[in-house]
């Protein structure tokens, strides 16, 4: 990844969430959990989507409970989510593929609809609301967690992994897609602003397969000799905590940021003709699930 020399940005001397509503996409384990605490800590009130929730009695933190395989409760939570009112919008949900192709009830690609589809269906069903211009001139933020700026791309005639199906290749779909993604919400709706976020190789569960299959004793080793070299979701929402409020970040739609926080330049392949050709075929693959029609980018 290449460091971006253009946007810089100094962490404030105290952090205040105070009065801020955000909606977290995947706030209900992992990082998304970690940094709806670390929000929550500083005033803030959260939605967080999920399949479960263990934060009952935390002040500030709220559930809205969905299965993000479906692409239908997605398009649920995309009309629920209170878009007028938020200030920030995360996604953090995500796997990594399986050794074999596995489909969700819509016959999507595992991690293809998890990792990536649900938020184009989310926002796609409260963009619209998000980008309607506000009476203080505040811009909401919405923020992508991914991989960005690592060159990965989309294997765009076979998104959905029907043709043939190697897991990195799956994955990578993904990767691609989230990165197209924050370049079409950017050039779709002016008056936000969206970030894609790549956090490294964070201790989740995600990363318990990567390698070798869960339970295994090279899993169990891979497991331990990786939490050496890793550093936990505590320690990530931490250090990028105040990315999230600080104001050098207004008008700088479709940046992208490292684990650390410094600005990332986009992967080369990103450009409009290459990302309006995969959100196209995205569009294309999640109308199966009888959500989201097919609509272009804004010049």
Same mark, same amino acid.
């Given at each position: 990844m290449?460091?971006?020399?253009t946007l810089?940005?100094?962490p404030?001397?105290?952090?205040?969430?105070?009065?801020k509503?955000? #909606?977290?996409?995947?706030?209900? $384990?992992?990082?998304? @959990?970690?940094?709806?605490?670390? /929000?929550?800590?500083?005033?803030?009130?959260?939605?967080?989507?999920?399949?479960?929730?263990?934060?009952?009695?935390?002040?500030?933190?709220?559930p809205?409970l969905?299965?993000?395989?479906k692409?239908?409760?997605a398009?649920?939570?995309?009309q629920?989510?209170?878009?007028?009112e938020l200030d920030?919008? %995360?996604?953090?949900?995500g796997?990594f #593929?399986?050794y074999v @192709?596995?489909?969700?009830?819509?016959?999507?690609e595992q991690d293809?609809?998890?990792? &990536?589809l649900?938020?184009?269906v989310?926002?796609?069903?409260? !963009?619209a609301r998000?980008?309607?211009?506000r009476?203080?001139?505040?811009?909401?933020?919405?923020f992508?967690?991914?991989?960005?700026?690592t060159?990965?791309q =989309?294997?765009?005639?076979? %998104?959905n992994?029907?043709?043939?199906y190697?897991r990195?290749t =799956?994955?990578q779909?993904?990767?691609? $897609?989230?990165e197209a993604l924050v &370049?079409?919400i950017s050039?779709r709706y002016p008056n936000?602003d969206?970030f894609?976020?790549?956090?490294g /190789?964070?201790?989740?569960?995600? +990363?318990?397969?990567?390698?070798?299959? +869960?339970g295994?004793l090279?899993n169990?080793?891979? &497991?331990?000799?990786?939490?050496?070299m890793?550093r936990?979701?505590?320690? &990530?929402a931490? *250090?990028v905590?105040p990315? /999230?409020?600080?104001?050098?970040?207004? $008008?700088?739609? !479709?940046?992208h940021?490292?684990?650390n $926080?410094n600005?990332? %330049?986009?992967?080369?392949?990103?450009n409009?003709?290459?990302?309006k050709?995969l959100? *196209?075929?995205s569009?294309?693959?999640?109308?199966?699930?009888g959500?989201c029609q097919?609509?272009?980018?804004r010049d």
């Open positions: 290449k460091r971006d020399k810089a940005w100094t404030p001397a105290t952090i205040d969430f105070t009065g509503k955000i #909606a977290i996409v995947g706030g209900t $384990g992992g990082i998304g @959990r970690a940094l709806a605490h670390q /929000f929550a800590a500083k005033g803030a009130q959260i939605i967080v989507v999920g399949r479960t929730f263990r934060d009952e009695g935390i002040a500030g933190i709220n809205l969905a299965d993000l395989s692409m239908k409760e398009e649920r939570v995309g629920t989510l209170p878009a007028e920030i919008l %995360l996604f953090t949900t796997i #593929a399986d @192709r596995q489909e969700t009830a819509d016959g999507l293809v609809a998890i990792g &990536y649900n938020r184009l989310i926002l796609r069903n409260m !963009g998000l980008n309607q211009p009476p203080d001139h505040k811009r909401p933020r919405v992508i967690m991914g991989y960005p700026g060159g990965r =989309a294997v765009i005639d076979d %998104l992994s029907e043709k043939s190697a990195w =799956a994955h779909n993904s990767v691609a $897609g989230n &370049y079409d050039k936000l969206v894609g976020l790549n956090p /190789f964070v201790q989740t569960d995600i +990363r318990d397969e990567i390698f070798f299959k +869960r295994g090279l169990k080793i891979g &497991y331990w000799i990786t939490a050496f890793t936990t979701p505590e320690d &990530y931490q *250090r905590l990315l /999230f409020i600080v104001p050098e970040l207004t $008008g700088q739609s !479709g940046k940021f490292d684990k $926080g600005a990332i %330049l986009p992967s080369n392949w990103v409009d003709a290459n990302c050709e959100i *196209r075929a569009e294309k693959l999640i109308s199966r699930a959500v097919e609509s272009e980018v």
